[in-house]
């Protein structure tokens, strides 16, 4: 049977959406389904905003960071007569299943759209790699190799003027991008949310290293590391919180290197510079590795369509694509496991 099948990118965009929706496409090719895109995630319901994805829109993108339909963080529910309008819109627009390419709160939208009667799969998406139930999501390899690729460049010019530098990566309440790089990077210490920071344990890293002739040090902070109040001695507390919201109603994170900078420098007596890596994370073109698991999670998503697997999202699981439900991979953060954690502890010396 023919279908019409819409489709919306969700939350933050990351490299590799673009792979998802060319996937998507042709595969749908060969069951002659029709690809409407929902522009800028579920507000392009809301508006009506819509662009038919054949062939000639996916074409060469394959490599192209961002998302050609748009994305915002916008949530049906949370607005006034969301559900109905939300089910009426579907309706008027035919859609026999919408599939959702997103983030955790992406996530749970997908969930709330299933349970009001939604034909809802959902296809996982960020950087963070925070997504309960999947190895990995896209976007995650790219942001790693960028932050890397940043680590590399500190490392030169920490050593020529004997500096610390704080790096800071994205990646919310979870560490994955900030452990992954630091260890490819070769960092002297990683700060990760999962583990409250000790400021203590990090001036000793640095005065060990230097005793050890290693005149600079490279400190990377994930942006949602946890800072006890009572470990600040020297700063302003008032800097410690950005207390601003996103449209998930989410606090924004960003900035922690600036105070963390602050009380280092006053208790090390070190030179400390920073560096917040920011958006360059989730800009640009995705890896081969973003480019597989985005095709190959778009190619399986039509198959969970014609399945009717829906309420359901798909999960890479030991590089085998495989689906769960929607439930399940909200249920909980995928936080960062302590075995690579410790691994990248060695080199904290
Ligand atoms: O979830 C992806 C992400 O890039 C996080 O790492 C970061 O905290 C957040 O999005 C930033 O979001 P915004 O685009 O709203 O500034």
Redesign the pocket.
């Known amino acids: 049977m023919k279908l019409k099948i819409g489709v919306l990118t969700s939350?933050?965009?990351?490299p590799g959406l673009n792979a998802v929706l060319r996937g998507i496409v042709r595969k749908s090719n060969e069951y002659n389904h029709t690809i409407i895109g929902i522009l800028n995630g579920w507000k392009g319901i809301f508006e009506e905003d819509y662009m038919v994805l054949g062939n000639k829109e996916v074409s060469g993108i394959l490599n192209r960071g961002g998302t050609i339909i748009g994305t915002s963080?916008f949530s049906p529910f949370e607005q006034k007569d969301g559900k109905k309008i939300l089910m009426e819109k579907i309706h008027k627009a035919d859609f026999d299943a919408i599939i959702c390419i997103g983030?955790?709160?992406s996530m749970h939208i997908a969930q709330q759209a299933y349970e009001a009667g939604v034909n809802c799969i959902g296809i996982p998406k960020?950087?963070?790699n925070?997504i309960y139930g999947t190895d990995f999501t896209f976007?995650f390899d790219t942001?790693v190799n960028i932050a890397t690729d940043a680590i590399d460049r500190l490392h030169t010019t920490a050593e020529s003027h004997h500096r610390v530098m704080l790096l800071e990566v994205?990646?919310?309440n979870a560490g994955w991008?900030a452990v992954y790089a630091g260890i490819a990077g070769g960092a002297d210490v990683i700060l990760i949310p999962e583990r409250k920071v000790v400021i203590d344990e990090i001036v000793d890293v640095i005065k060990t290293r230097y005793t050890r002739g290693k005149l600079f040090s490279i400190i990377v902070v994930a942006?949602?590391a946890k800072i006890d109040e009572s470990e600040l001695k020297f700063i302003d507390k008032s800097l410690k919180r950005n207390i601003k919201k996103?449209?998930f109603g989410r606090e924004?994170?960003?900035g922690i290197c600036n105070y963390l900078a602050e009380e280092l420098e006053q208790r090390s007596g070190f030179e400390i510079r920073t560096t917040i890596l920011g958006?360059v994370?989730?800009g640009g073109m995705p890896t081969a590795f973003d480019r597989i698991l985005g095709t190959r999670f778009g190619v399986y998503s039509v198959e969970m369509v014609i399945a009717k697997k829906f309420g359901r999202m798909c999960a890479v699981v030991s590089n085998k694509i495989t689906d769960i439900t929607i439930k399940k991979a909200i249920s909980k953060l995928k936080t960062v496991d302590m075995e690579i954690y410790k691994t990248a502890q060695v080199f904290f010396k």
């Open positions: 939350g933050g965009d990351c963080r983030g955790e709160g960020t950087i963070d925070d976007g942001a994205m990646g919310r991008i942006e949602g996103d449209d924004r994170l960003g958006y994370q989730r």
